[in-house]
């Protein structure tokens, strides 16, 4: 299932892609329906804040949807550079112009899904029971009630013990790429949030993956210890999954008012070049609130600067995944409105 994505030869990106996608309709039931041949484009209004269910009849504009499964591992060992909430917002991102996602929590402390509103106390079936007991992954899957399209294998304290049973089990760096491979339910994103460090578990995203995403701070240790994790990829490409590769790197906590931001993003993008995207995700309150709510800020605050970012983002990973050119004039305006953001801020505190 976790197939290498088809490409076409780059085109200009048109009005007329973005509405004739494929979209599929409403879901009711947890578990994703096989796609539709056709379907009507949608209505584009503001997707309403605060906790109410978000239709994809009410959703924006639609994204192009890829022809085969696209399997994102977010890693970086780092902690604190915004690994779970790239992934829940970018999974939201994508949800609500479409697409089918699912949001696989493999960090032991459940960040993904207490951000998603998931319930995942110890007695709750987990990506734990799929990883150590071979349970079913549909066994396990639950829905993001606030978006429709979303759902989530959520991670219980349990995980934190997954690393030391795993290595007496047979095939014990495969069996997240197993238990994917048997979901028989339609997906076009399957957004693999690791814990920050380079364990069993995260070598089970690598080996259950096609892509890696890399969310980078734009601190000054920014790619301090990156030499490891790009060390493992190639480890695991050449030995356990030839289809890896690192497709996406996204500059996290953006602080347009300081020069040390500017010279890391620039620092970052001279080191990996074209898999950086050009749009940057700001320092945002409303992003850190989300989760206390069990939201992604896509549904908490849809009109903050951190909100449009993820949206932007989430466009431009979608585009670039059927090789469709990415305009970057709206990576720009974003970012000029969180330049401004930033800057009112900066004057109500003085």
Known sequence: MAGSVHREPDVEESESLRSDANIAGPMTDPVPAPRPADSEPMAAPVPPPGGEAVSRETSPPPMPRPEQTRVMVVANQKGGVGKTTTTVNLAASLALHGNRVLVIDLDPQGNASTALGIDHHADVPSIYDVLVDNRQLSDVVQPVVDVEGLFCAPAT??????????????????????????????????????????????????????????????????????????????????????????????????????????????????????????????????????????????????????????????????????????????????????????????????
């Open 157 to 350: 304290i349990d995980l934190a013990g997954a690393e030391i049973e795993l290595v007496s089990l047979v095939a014990r760096e495969s069996r997240l790429d197993r238990a994917i491979k048997a979901y028989q339910q339609p997906l076009d994103y399957i957004l693999i949030d690791c814990p920050p460090s380079l364990g069993l578990l995260t070598v089970n995203a690598l080996v259950a993956g096609a892509e890696v995403l890399i969310p980078i701070q734009c601190e000054y240790y920014a790619l301090e210890g990156l030499g490891q994790l790009l060390r493992n990829v190639e480890l695991v490409r050449g030995h356990l999954n030839p289809e890896l590769h690192v497709s996406t790197i996204l500059l996290t906590m953006y602080d347009g008012r300081t020069r040390l931001a500017s010279q890391v993003a620039e620092e970052v993008r001279t080191h990996f070049g074209k898999e950086v995207l050009r749009t940057s995700i700001p320092r945002s309150v409303r992003i850190s609130e989300a989760p206390s709510y069990g939201q992604t800020v896509l549904t908490y605050d849809p009109g903050s600067s951190g909100a449009l970012s993820y949206l932007e983002a989430a466009r431009e990973i979608a585009l670039r995944g059927v090789g469709v050119h990415y305009d970057g004039s709206r990576a720009h305006t974003v970012g000029h409105q969180q330049q401004q953001d930033q800057h009112s801020m900066s004057e109500g505190l003085q």
